[in-house]
C-alpha cells in the first residue's frame, strides 16, 4: 500500500510569488491534514479537509488555503510568500477515525 | 494555541540502555500519539493510544497513556544507533480533531 506522496519535495520562491503544493493521501483515506513545521515553532496545523470540505482551520492568515479533490487529494497554496513562509510543510491522511500518517513533506524556501 | 510539554529538548544515552520520555499537558486529550522523525524526511506514527491508562508496546517501544488523560510517556529498551531522531508527541481532542505537538525530544546514542 503506498504511503503519503508530497510533491513537490523541495521548492525555492521568491518573496511575493505564490506557490502550490500537492498531496496524494493513502488510497481510501478521506482526511487530509497540511501542517507547518519550523525550528521556532514546531510543528503547528494549518487545515484539515474531509470529502472536499474544510473541517478544521488553524491560526494561518488568509494567504494560506487549501482544496481537496473528489479523489481526496488535495493542495494548498500560499500567496504573496513572506521569508517567514520558509518552512517544512506536512501532509497527513487518516481514515477519518483513526491514526493520521504523514507524507516526506515539502521544503519551501522563499529568498 | 494549546502546546504538548516536552522536556528535555535533547536526550544522549549509551547504545544498549533504556531511555524514557515524557510528554504533558494542562488540557485532556482522548487520543495521543507518538511519531519519530528523521532530518529531512516526515515524522512516522510509532505508537498510537486511545484508552486512558492503556499500556501499548512495538517491539522495543513501550508507551502509556496516563491516566489523567493530560499525559503520555513513551519508553525505550537496548537503544540502538538507528533510534537517533526526534520524537514527538501529539494529542487529538476528539477524533478527527487537529492534533497537536509538542517541540520533540532529540535523541542521540553514542555506540
Known amino acids: ?111 | 494555541g494549546q502546546q504538548l510539554n516536552q522536556s528535555p529538548q535533547s536526550m544522549f544515552i549509551q547504545e544498549g540502555e533504556d531511555v524514557s520520555m515524557n510528554c504533558t499537558s494542562s488540557s485532556i486529550f482522548n487520543t495521543w500519539l507518538w511519531y519519530k522523525q528523521d532530518p529531512g524526511e516526515g515524522p512516522v506514527l510509532l505508537i498510537a493510544l486511545y484508552k486512558a491508562g492503556e499500556l501499548t508496546s512495538n517491539g522495543r517501544l513501550t508507551a502509556q497513556f496516563g491516566i489523567t488523560r493530560k499525559d503520555s510517556f513513551l519508553n525505550i529498551s537496548a537503544s540502538i544507533p538507528s533510534d537517533v531522531g526526534i520524537y514527538f508527541c501529539a494529542g487529538q481532542i476528539v477524533t478527527n480533531s487537529k492534533l497537536t505537538f509538542g517541540k520533540g525530544i532529540t535523541l542521540s546514542v553514542r555506540p
Open chain 1, 1 to 111: 500500500k503506498a504511503g503519503v506522496t508530497q510533491t513537490p519535495r523541495y521548492l525555492i520562491k521568491t518573496r511575493g510569488q505564490q506557490v502550490t503544493l500537492s498531496c496524494s493521501p493513502i488510497s481510501g483515506h478521506r482526511s487530509v491534514s497540511w501542517y507547518q513545521q519550523t525550528p521556532g515553532q514546531g510543528l503547528q496545523f494549518l487545515f484539515e479537509y474531509f470529502s472536499e470540505t474544510q473541517r478544521n482551520k488553524g491560526n494561518f492568515p488568509g494567504r494560506f488555503s487549501g482544496r481537496q479533490f473528489s479523489n481526496s487529494r488535495s493542495e494548498m497554496n500560499v500567496s504573496t510568500l513572506e521569508l517567514g513562509d520558509s518552512a517544512l510543510y506536512l501532509c497527513a491522511s487518516s481514515s477519518g477515525d483513526r491514526e493520521a500518517f504523514f507524507g516526506q513533506g515539502t521544503r519551501l524556501t522563499v529568498v
